[in-house]
């Protein structure tokens, strides 16, 4: 018989792929949806995907959950061998009250991490994120951060913030509320690659922004970045190396800046208004605060968010996709949808 493993937020960017790979390896996964309205939708998903309907028929099943009420979670982990823990809010815009993304963060971490104590369940894999560990000013000792750094809550913005407590705080948990836990957190950047349906994460949005010629000048910024399918790939290597637990995981495939984004779009797709010329940073400061998606990245400009993944390559055997195809993927689902 094989495993059954609980993936939260199932209708997800990442947790799609996540599922995808899991019943492709034989699992069985229950995921957790707000609606079983959507139910229907994530396997024809899987099905379109290339999972044959048979084993989305026998192993795929969801149950309604939500990640702020406390109701169902009391027995809808009963039965499965362990949890993949995906939920969690990320807005592209800056909250005008950064409790509403903190908030449903932590509190929701930690009522998936109490349904599994109360199930007995022993392995949790969490996925975080590198928000929870780059901080600024940019570290000037190393070349890159890695999973010895944390993210300093006390000057970070909202998202930063929600990530990096809601890890704190499943660590706490497990350190003293629930020892017999074994806990992995998967901490991928920036995510791209192609998404399995028509959902995607918020992460596309700056792909979609850049495509949409909305800005006439590249921020001077840039991100770890990483394939979705190698954070899918993560979150099952770590749950088949029983040598993870405790441990974080930082997943990236490379480092680019978004001139670099804008530059690899521009080749690709030259007859679109795609910005190249670079912003100057006071600029960006004077536009972010009329404009809150550039509010959310002003902490960021002139700094180098390089994390480094050697971690997940040693131990875990990730091979991490090349980002900037990556990027193209991403760039063409979002042509091809119609979403510039």
Not at 213 to 226: E, L, R
Request: with cysteine.
């Amino acid at each position: 018989m094989s495993q059954t493993i609980f993936v939260t937020g199932a209708t997800g960017y990442i947790a799609k792929h996540l599922i995808f790979q899991l019943l492709e390896k034989g699992y069985t996964v229950r995921g957790s949806v707000r609606s079983l309205d959507s139910e229907d939708a994530l396997r024809t998903d899987m099905i379109i995907a290339g999972i044959p309907e048979k084993t989305v028929t026998d192993k795929l099943s969801c149950v309604a959950l939500d990640l702020e009420h406390d109701m169902g979670w009391d027995t809808a982990l009963t039965g499965v061998d362990a949890l993949m823990h995906t939920a969690s809010p990320f807005p592209l815009d800056a909250p005008k009250d950064e409790e509403t993304l903190i908030r449903p963060a932590v509190d929701g971490t930690l009522r998936a991490l109490k349904a599994a104590q109360t199930a007995g369940l022993d392995r949790v894999i969490l996925t975080s994120s590198v928000a929870a560990i780059i901080h600024y000013p940019q570290k000037t000792d190393v070349a890159a951060f890695d999973e010895t750094d944390w993210a300093d809550t006390k000057t970070s913005t909202a998202y930063p913030k929600s990530k990096t407590l809601a890890e704190q705080a499943a660590w706490d948990f497990v350190a003293n509320d629930a020892p017999e836990i074994a806990l992995t957190t998967i901490n991928p950047g920036t995510v791209l690659g192609q998404p399995i349906g028509q959902r995607f994460g918020a992460s596309l949005a700056i792909v979609e922004r850049t495509l949409s010629g909305k800005d006439p000048m590249v921020p001077n910024i840039g991100f770890a970045c990483v394939d979705v399918r190698d954070v899918a790939a993560s979150h099952i290597a770590a749950l088949e190396h029983p040598n993870s637990a405790g441990e974080r995981f930082a997943c990236c495939g490379g480092y680019l800046e978004l001139s670099e984004f804008s530059a690899i779009l521009k080749a690709q797709y030259p007859d679109l208004k795609i910005a190249t010329r670079a912003a100057p940073n006071l600029l960006m400061r004077i536009l972010a605060l009329f404009d809150p998606t550039i509010r959310g990245i002003v902490p960021m400009l002139g700094q180098c968010s390089k994390v480094s993944s050697a971690k997940a390559q040693a131990q875990l055997g990730i091979e991490f996709r090349d980002v900037s195809e990556s990027l193209l993927e991403s760039a063409a689902f979002l042509l091809k949808q119609g979403r510039t």
